[in-house]
T-cell receptor
Framework: EAGVTQFPSHSVIEKGQTVTLRCDPI?????LYWYRRVMGKEIKFLLHFVKESKQDESGMPNNRFLAERTGGTYSTLKVQPAELEDSGVYFC???????????FGQGTRLTVV | AQSVSQHNHHVILSEAASLELGCNYS??????LFWYVQYPGQHLQLLLKYFSGDPLVKGIKGFEAEFIKSKFSFNLRKPSVQWSDTAEYFC???????????FGKGTKLSVIP
């Protein structure tokens, strides 16, 4: 069974540009989460989808971040326009409905220069 | 809100040494606790979890953790580490009534052959 996959693994963009990160959860997992780890800090929750609906987006830093999960399958996280402080590793995770374990992807390392 | 603190930022051990990584959490009612590990270049994966019952939890690869309610602690232990245990270790708790995880800052473990 394929795990959670994220694309790209690395991205280097200039300040002001747009970047879109993608996450493919484990097939059949209704819950999908985005987390971010800024260098030297803890991993922080960004948002939670249940199928295609945003259940909790309390962790989204500001309105430059837009997450979607059309059709309840894969999800994208767009940063527009990117700022230097957006640099970090973005993790995606998924879990079954009622599941107690979240499965994580390898993360996307975003560097904004 | 739940919070988690990990006491050690970087731990360096020789092979066969014993390991104990500290984790303390803030009180928030029902307590569920997790330890995740990230090996170099790999995704975060679950080491072990505590939901209820026996406070001594056995995980994968010989790891265990003990939930001590009176101390608000969930320390991770391994009696004899191997070079392959070199990784970053994260303690985490779910938020009250939600699936999102709150992580500690992580502890990097380096095991010297």
């Amino acid at each position: 069974e394929a795990g959670v996959t994220q694309f790209p693994s690395h991205s280097v963009i200039e300040k002001g540009q747009t970047v879109t990160l993608r996450c493919d959860p484990i097939s059949g997992h209704d819950n999908l989460y985005w987390y971010r780890r800024v260098m030297g800090k803890e991993i922080k929750f960004l948002l939670h989808f249940v199928k295609e609906s945003k259940q909790d987006e309390s962790g989204m830093p500001n309105n430059r971040f837009l997450a979607e999960r059309t059709g309840g399958t894969y999800s994208t996280l767009k940063v527009q326009p990117a700022e230097l402080e957006d640099s970090g590793v973005y993790f995606c995770a998924s879990s079954q409905q009622g599941g107690t374990e979240a499965f994580f992807g390898q993360g996307t390392r975003l560097t904004v220069v | 809100a739940q919070s988690v603190s990990q006491h050690n930022h970087h731990v360096i051990l020789s092979e066969a040494a014993s390991l104990e990584l500290g984790c303390n959490y803030s009180y928030g009612g029902t307590v569920n606790l997790f330890w995740y590990v990230q090996y170099p270049g790999q995704h975060l994966q679950l080491l072990l979890k505590y939901f209820s019952g026996d406070p001594l939890v056995k995980g994968i690869k010989g790891f265990e953790a003990e939930f001590i309610k009176s101390k608000f602690s969930f320390n991770l232990r391994k009696p004899s580490v191997q070079w392959s245990d070199t990784a970053e270790y994260f303690c985490a708790v779910p938020g009250a009534g939600s699936y999102q995880l709150t992580f500690g800052k992580g502890t990097k473990l380096s095991v010297i052959p």
